[in-house]
């Protein structure tokens, strides 16, 4: 995505649910941005069992130093839960008419991934009557933390 016209790229980390666990903007796509988002991102939720990457070569050479290079899979649809989470986004984006400083992008990814997480009621598994029972109570449950 452009920010007064420089490029910048989403990193995001998405588990096997589609729950967007990690968002990152950052200017370069290089192993060494890899390797930063790769600790921070295990850091914070621990060694995962398998990686499922694009094809970009930087990440390969991220893994390699952090010692998960046989837990990477890489594949021509393997990518398609990260990509998807996508569209939300890219959906909310360009109802705001892009952003314009890094810091509001990177404050926005966070926020946003968060309540689409929680939201998120896939809801062509339930019937209307189920999907507005657990719609409820999610929003009494995200009431009760004191956000809305």
Known sequence: MKINGETHY???AVDHEGEVLESYVIKRR????????????MKRFGPPHVIVTDLL???GAAMKVIGNADKQETGRWLNNRVEN???PFRRRERAMLRFRRIRSLQRFVAVHASVHNHFNQERHLYSRSNFKLNRT???AE???LGVA
């Open 137 to 139: 109570a999610a929003l």
């Open 10 to 12: 989403l990193w995001r």
């Open 57 to 59: 070569r930087s990440y």
């Open 30 to 41: 290089d192993r060494k941005a890899a390797l930063k988002f790769l600790r921070k991102t």
């Open 85 to 87: 989470s996508h569209l």
């Open 142 to 144: 995200w009431r009760q």
